[in-house]
């Protein structure tokens, strides 16, 4: 049975209710298209992944192209002969050169151990990736319900303005007929101005609320499905908190991403530790060389090159660096220390956010029960309040304490059964099992 809320009917004339409401899946398709964040994700993905390109490409053939023509004059030029043998004076050299050369590394240990590093990070993006695609269902899910707690909050915060409103109009009424004291029409008074303050502000996080799942989904936000009223309290599956610990551990996508990160660092020192080792590249090269001399009148001699090819073997001993690679090899030490760090640090907050959302699930579950109960005498309580003051045996104060401790009541329900949901979905995705069929799951509770 539906809980009968203070003043509903109230609250309800002030807020329409929409017959076909956007729901969660309309939410979240806006958000998987228009998301700058995982749209930055993607893209930090996209270019992590260039660098395995980048990497293997220092491993394959390199083929360059050159030309050129130089010009010598004075006594460069001087020494110069014409076609007889004879010296040439007052004029100018020139020289044109074209070459192909490839070249191919035949052994280079840092070049393949950064290529192993590339790949690992973007494995690293790949899987931070998935973590944002996950974080966006549940910051979807924390946006929508964040709207729909604020305008549970104004409408709470409406109807007990009217209810407040009502009992200082009947407080000014008995005091001006003498059956009360200007102290009861004081404390209404004060108590009705303070509910007005509270309805603003109300409306004003109800307003922040919206432009927060707008900065989601770039879209402006309409009329939202609510939650249904019976809502299933279903405690987690499996009910062992060790199980999704251990399945947290295995599967969320923040581990693996650091995971993936200590396997760079490795890679990387292995790289820098290369750098004391040989490195054999093979190299072909065919191009012409020809140069011919101009002499003032316009008289030239002229010898003309021919191509050559040229095929060789370099072997690269690095002997010392002025000990920059010892450093180098320091560095990169330092660095995987840094990233095994970064990767007990996140499983250790994996960990402990895994126990908390369990736990909250099934706080959550006495919490929405009990501010449920709660609810329920809380409208109780008001009305034998109420009446009681119309007899004399209860004062004004008890009256509007009645009325303000139903509101928070009702407040404390509202909240409590959105965060149970939220608190579901933050578990799974601790746990790294999160989905779109969880997200279909709870838009089924939405009416």
Avoid: C
């Avoid at 119309?390 to 509202?414: F, K, P, R």
């Avoid at 909240?415 to 601790?430: E, N």
Wanted: glycine fraction near 6%; aromatic fraction near 4%.
């Amino acid at each position: 049975m539906r809980l009968k809320l203070l003043t509903l009917a109230l609250a309800l004339s002030a807020i329409s209710l929409p017959g076909h409401g956007e729901d969660l899946l309309d939410a979240y398709r806006e958000a998987r298209a228009n998301d700058p964040v995982l749209s930055q994700a993607e893209a930090t993905r996209l270019a992590t992944g260039e660098g395995v390109t980048q990497a293997r490409a220092l491993l394959l053939p390199q083929v360059n192209g050159s030309a050129s023509l130089s010009q010598s004059s004075g006594a460069n030029a001087s020494t110069a002969l014409d076609e007889s043998g004879a010296q040439i004076n007052g004029g100018h050299v020139r020289t044109r050169s074209e070459s192909l050369t490839l070249d191919q590394t035949i052994l280079d240990l840092s070049k393949i151990a950064d290529l192993h590093a590339a790949r690992s990070q973007a494995q690293s993006q790949d899987a931070t990736y998935q973590a944002a695609l996950q974080d966006l269902f549940v910051r979807v899910t924390a946006a929508y319900f964040n709207v729909l707690t604020s305008e549970d909050q104004l409408a709470f915060a409406k109807a007990n303005e009217e209810a407040l409103k009502r009992a200082y109009d009947q407080a000014e009424q008995r005091f001006n007929v003498g059956l009360a004291a200007i102290t009861d029409e004081y404390q209404a008074k004060s108590a009705y101005e303070l509910a007005r303050a509270q309805t603003i502000a109300a409306q004003n996080t109800l307003n922040d609320a919206r432009e927060a799942l707008r900065q989601i989904t770039g879209k402006p936000v309409g009329e939202l499905k609510k939650l249904r009223e019976d809502l299933p309290l279903l405690p987690p599956t499996p009910n062992d908190p060790d199980t999704w610990v251990q399945e947290a551990l295995r599967s969320n996508p923040n581990i693996a991403a650091q995971q993936y990160n200590v396997e760079a660092a490795e890679h990387s020192v292995n790289a820098a530790k290369a750098g004391h080792l040989p490195t054999l590249n093979a190299q072909v090269s065919r191009g012409t060389s020809s140069s011919w001399m101009e002499k003032i009148g316009g008289a030239f001699a002229d010898r003309n090159g021919r191509y050559g090819t040229t095929v060789g073997v370099t072997l690269s001993v690095p002997i010392f660096a002025g000990g920059a690679t010892q450093s180098r090899v320091r560095q990169s030490i330092y660095q995987r220390d840094a990233a095994e760090d970064a990767l007990e640090s996140q499983r250790r907050q994996v960990t402990r956010d895994t126990l908390n959302f369990y736990r909250s699930v099934l706080a959550g579950i006495s919490q929405v029960q009990a501010n449920k109960a709660s609810v329920e005498a809380g409208q109780k309580s008001l009305e034998a309040t109420r009446a009681g003051f119309d007899v004399g045996t209860q004062t004004m104060l008890d009256v509007l304490n009645a009325i303000q401790t139903l509101t928070q009541a009702e407040s404390s329900y509202s909240q409590s059964r959105h965060q149970f949901i939220l608190d579901q979905l933050q578990l799974k995705q601790a746990a790294g099992t999160i989905d779109l069929k969880d997200l279909e799951a709870v838009n089924s509770l939405l009416q």
